[in-house]
């Protein structure tokens, strides 16, 4: 059975990438005749010119023997229409529908099962939001994922040059911290992730993806070099819909929080909105305004208009000035790696925090939760241990695991454990993994759980 997206911008183009890697039977709609060539020329999936909404189309698509519809157009009504009408099939597939404007989203009632009945609905604005939030909490970190109800967290750490690690082996940096509860499953060096061996050597800059139990996360911190205070004071470049919630989830956290915004009406609006945020009218491309509102002063410069060059320019702009941290809204998947390499701390991207919401969602059986790098070529997730699996009850050194996969965490009930080669799986523990996507399938063989779809 199919899977049917609609929509062939970068959410849609990106799951249809993700999903075709794995073998699935994907359909693309979109009325945009370039981007359906697009689709055609770089992917191995069915790709129809015409509008998402259209139940011809949908027939054509093969809307009757679909398992899933993936709606997400740029625009709400599309989304929500193809949804209704994959409802009326005689077999009614899953519906997820990707939904910004605020007045639906207020509407939740609108979206069950006695009207429009949609699986999932997608914020990518809110999914943002929420990123960044958990990256206010842990300073320095590029990437933050929470597993098994908030009790283990991944972080992606860049190694510091005064970072004790620096020039180390693994095999080294473990006998320096026997008892850290914190293990290192993956190392990227450039655009080259890989999970490393006891002699492999950590240099500074390395990107450093770590796994411990959510108490543990300071420690991970100094131990690369992140001896930053708990962050104070953050300036906001955009009055966005993401601009605004940013500001009063900052506010929530006794954040103190100036936003800069070109639009007086926009300015009035937010200042109505949010209790003690300052927010300044001006155009944040003259340097003078920046340095006369102390952005040097700032924790973190977070740049989210809706135009990304603009966000880039003005990043590296509050970086030279002196903010200790800059982060950066940029639609575009793709140019997440480039942007951090010219110099801004932290890229975050809407779109990818869609496809990993809507990931997340369409794993089955016993896989909890997922969460992507940005570079989509590694995956974290939770899952947990059945009974007949291959990795239960023998210690991990004596498991046949893939080598480009490795198990992160294990939690049975309250406890969490940071394994080492004598820990032992139970059936039912929920055990994190990290895996490279080139390894994904031999991990399901071994968890015995298909890493599937509804």
């Not at 005689?90 to 979206?111: N, T």
């Amino acid at each position: 059975m199919s899977i049917i997206i609609i929509g062939a911008g970068e959410v849609g183009y990106h799951l249809a990438q993700r999903l075709s890697q794995e073998k699935k039977d994907v359909v693309v709609i979109d009325r945009d005749p370039e981007k359906i060539k697009r689709v055609q020329n770089t992917l191995d999936v069915k790709a129809i010119h015409g509008s998402g909404g259209s139940p011809s189309i949908l027939r054509e698509a093969g809307i009757s023997e679909a398992s899933m519809v993936i709606a997400v157009t740029n625009s709400d009504e599309v989304n929500m229409i193809s949804c209704l009408v994959a409802g009326v099939q005689d077999r009614v597939p899953k519906k997820i529908a990707r939904v910004r404007d605020p007045e639906y989203s207020s509407l939740p009632s609108l979206f069950e099962k006695e009207h429009l009945d949609i699986d999932l609905v997608i914020n990518p604005d809110h999914e943002v939001v929420d990123l960044i939030l958990k990256l206010m909490e842990v300073p320095g970190a590029v990437d933050v994922a929470d597993f098994a109800d908030g009790k283990v967290r991944m972080v992606g750490l860049p190694l510091l040059s005064d970072s004790p690690m620096v020039g180390k082996t693994l095999a080294e940096i473990s006998a320096m911290y026997p008892h850290s509860g914190i293990l290192m499953v993956a190392v990227q060096k450039g655009e080259r992730v890989f999970i490393p061996k006891g002699s492999d050597v950590i240099r500074a800059n390395d990107l450093l993806f770590m796994v411990m139990a959510r108490e543990k996360t300071r420690e991970a911190l100094e131990s690369s070099g992140h001896r930053r205070p708990p962050i104070k004071r953050v300036m906001i470049l955009g009055g966005t819909l993401i601009g605004l919630e940013l500001a009063k989830g900052l506010e929530a956290r006794d954040i103190q929080v100036k936003i800069v915004e070109q639009n007086e009406t926009r300015c009035q609006e937010i200042a109505e909105k949010c209790s003690r945020a300052l927010v300044l009218r001006g155009d944040a491309t003259y340097q003078d305004l920046l340095i006369e509102e102390n952005v040097g002063e700032m924790d973190t410069f977070i740049a989210v208009t809706e135009d990304e060059e603009t966000n880039v320019m003005i990043s590296l702009l509050a970086k030279k000035i002196g903010v200790r941290r800059v982060m950066t809204l940029v639609n575009k998947v793709g140019y997440s790696p480039l942007v951090h390499s010219i110099g801004v701390d932290v890229v975050v991207s809407p779109r990818l925090a869609a496809v990993n919401k809507i990931m997340q969602f369409l794993r089955r059986g016993k896989i909890l939760s997922i969460s992507s790098l940005p570079e989509e070529n590694a995956e974290a997730f939770e899952a947990v241990a059945m009974e007949t699996s291959d990795i239960v009850a023998r210690p991990l050194r004596e498991i046949q695991f893939p080598k480009d996969a490795i198990v992160g965490a294990i939690v049975r009930g309250s406890e969490v454990i940071i394994p080492n080669g004598s820990a032992v799986i139970q059936p039912g523990d929920r055990v994190m993994i990290f895996a490279l996507t080139s390894a994904i399938r031999e991990v399901e063989k071994a968890l015995m759980v298909k890493l599937e779809y509804w």
